[in-house]
């Protein structure tokens, strides 16, 4: 028992560097999926040196090859499947409370993207003050290939992206560079990976939370990288043009108009996509990046924990599970989505994923909070 509990906790390595917080999320085989655990960790953490005046800016890394590359999905079906949807829904309410102490956070926080970042790991850093991209940065929203749909306060991140470039990135899962993550926004800063020893160095020896001077420090180590010849950001004429549509069905039917004029492999690539994904996912997925276009990150969060509760209850759709199985256990990328088509998915039932969950058992995400906190303008400027 002894030996499981320090093993848990060594999934969340803390190194005290003067008035700085260094935290590496340890769990490399797994990609450093969250788990539960970790969650709570830190939780726990950010939750004690917001309160901790010797404590003035926190970094976040992870070990290996990945930042993070979301929940872990296993851990979450195992849980759906032997406790009840509650069970599952514990982790998202976790995981969201954590996403609303980041994005509402008194101290800067430093997130150093230096791999993969997916799901749950953006959650994890794009709430956060400073995002630095390196050229090993992954970043992507995979959900709607699970039949998921962009959570973690997606809907208020992705929305905030130039144009309607955040309903692209969303839908498709679409998967962007360092280069392409400093263009768009999802990262404030792009350091080459050599020179991330040197900056967290630079940032562990201040004694200063003061946002402008840990900016200009990270702007010593920063570049500003050029997008390749192909990258997607390039096509913002034809993203806006098609994913600005009202509905899934008229985005795709603006992309195969464009496939006609332009005989191009990526727009045929971004209709199939579209259209191996789950139906409901796409439906529901607009739905709340629109949504949230309007909202601060706290109410996003609220609407997307009861999204997620309808998703988990499998009322209207059992799609997540299918593309749990397809995706990640069988692995035999052929999910069977039900509703199969998207005319199947009516307004009237994508509304249900917007209500109330009307059960004894269900509540709202219950958000902690901020008001003893002298929050900086960054942050009032999100709520």
Same mark, same amino acid.
Not at 336 to 357: H, I
């Given at each position: 028992?002894?030996?499981?509990?320090?093993?848990?906790?060594?999934?969340?390595?803390?190194?005290?560097?003067?008035?700085?917080?260094?935290?590496?999320?340890?769990?490399?085989?797994?990609?450093?999926?969250?788990?539960?655990?970790?969650?709570?960790?830190?939780?726990?953490?950010?939750?004690?040196?917001?309160?901790?005046?010797?404590?003035?800016?926190?970094?976040?890394?992870?070990?290996?090859?990945?930042?993070?590359?979301?929940?872990?999905?296993?851990?979450?079906?195992?849980?759906?499947?032997?406790?009840?949807?509650?069970?599952?829904?514990?982790?998202?309410?976790?995981?969201?409370?954590?996403?609303?102490?980041?994005?509402?956070?008194?101290?800067?926080?430093?997130?150093?993207?230096?791999?993969?970042?997916?799901?749950?790991?953006?959650?994890?850093?794009?709430?956060?003050?400073?995002?630095?991209?390196?050229?090993?940065?992954?970043?992507?929203?995979?959900?709607?290939?699970?039949?998921?749909?962009?959570?973690?306060?997606?809907?208020?991140?992705?929305?905030?992206?130039?144009?309607?470039?955040?309903?692209?990135?969303?839908?498709?899962?679409?998967?962007?560079?360092?280069?392409?993550?400093?263009?768009?926004?999802?990262?404030?800063?792009?350091?080459?990976?050599?020179?991330?020893?040197?900056?967290?160095?630079?940032?562990?020896?201040?004694?200063?939370?003061?946002?402008?001077?840990?900016?200009?420090?990270?702007?010593?180590?920063?570049?500003?990288?050029?997008?390749?010849?192909?990258?997607?950001?390039?096509?913002?004429?034809?993203?806006?043009?098609?994913?600005?549509?009202?509905?899934?069905?008229?985005?795709?039917?603006?992309?195969?108009?464009?496939?006609?004029?332009?005989?191009?492999?990526?727009?045929?690539?971004?209709?199939?996509?579209?259209?191996?994904?789950?139906?409901?996912?796409?439906?529901?997925?607009?739905?709340?990046?629109?949504?949230?276009?309007?909202?601060?990150?706290?109410?996003?969060?609220?609407?997307?924990?009861?999204?997620?509760?309808?998703?988990?209850?499998?009322?209207?759709?059992?799609?997540?599970?299918?593309?749990?199985?397809?995706?990640?256990?069988? #692995?035999?990328? +052929?999910?069977?989505? *039900?509703?199969? %088509? $998207?005319?199947?998915?009516?307004?009237? @039932?994508?509304?249900? /994923?917007?209500? #109330?969950?009307? +059960?004894?058992?269900? *509540?709202?995400? %219950? $958000?902690?909070?901020?008001?003893?906190? @002298?929050?900086?303008? /960054?942050?009032?400027?999100?709520?």
């Amino acid at each position: 028992m002894a030996s499981s509990v320090s093993s848990q906790h060594d999934q969340v390595l803390v190194e005290v560097k003067s008035f700085a917080r260094v935290l590496t999320l340890n769990r490399p085989k797994q990609l450093n999926a969250l788990s539960l655990h970790m969650i709570s960790r830190l939780l726990e953490l950010f939750l004690a040196y917001e309160e901790d005046p010797n404590v003035k800016l926190v970094i976040l890394k992870g070990k290996g090859r990945a930042f993070c590359t979301g929940g872990d999905v296993a851990a979450v079906v195992h849980d759906l499947r032997t406790g009840g949807w509650r069970a599952g829904a514990n982790h998202f309410m976790k995981g969201y409370t954590l996403n609303y102490l980041m994005a509402t956070y008194s101290k800067p926080q430093v997130s150093l993207l230096n791999g993969i970042v997916m799901g749950g790991g953006n959650g994890a850093s794009m709430h956060g003050r400073f995002r630095v991209a390196t050229e090993n940065s992954l970043f992507a929203m995979p959900e709607t290939a699970v039949g998921l749909f962009p959570d973690v306060g997606a809907s208020y991140f992705l929305s905030r992206l130039p144009g309607f470039f955040g309903e692209y990135v969303g839908l498709t899962g679409a998967r962007l560079d360092g280069a392409e993550m400093l263009a768009c926004g999802l990262a404030t800063h792009f350091v080459p990976s050599a020179k991330l020893p040197m900056l967290e160095a630079a940032l562990c020896a201040i004694d200063s939370g003061d946002p402008e001077i840990i900016s200009s420090i990270i702007g010593r180590y920063s570049e500003q990288p050029s997008l390749k010849e192909q990258s997607v950001y390039n096509r913002l004429d034809v993203i806006d043009r098609c994913f600005s549509q009202k509905t899934v069905e008229e985005i795709l039917s603006a992309l195969e108009r464009e496939v006609v004029d332009r005989r191009d492999r990526w727009i045929s690539a971004t209709i199939q996509t579209l259209k191996r994904a789950s139906p409901t996912s796409l439906k529901i997925s607009l739905r709340s990046i629109r949504v949230g276009r309007f909202q601060g990150v706290g109410p996003c969060l609220v609407r997307e924990y009861r999204m997620v509760c309808h998703v988990l209850r499998g009322e209207f759709s059992n799609d997540f599970l299918e593309g749990y199985r397809a995706i990640l256990l069988d #692995k035999d990328k +052929n999910p069977k989505w *039900e509703p199969s %088509k $998207l005319e199947l998915v009516t307004d009237t @039932k994508v509304d249900r /994923y917007f209500s #109330k969950v009307n +059960n004894e058992d269900g *509540e709202d995400l %219950k $958000l902690p909070v901020r008001s003893k906190f @002298k929050l900086p303008s /960054y942050v009032v400027a999100k709520l």
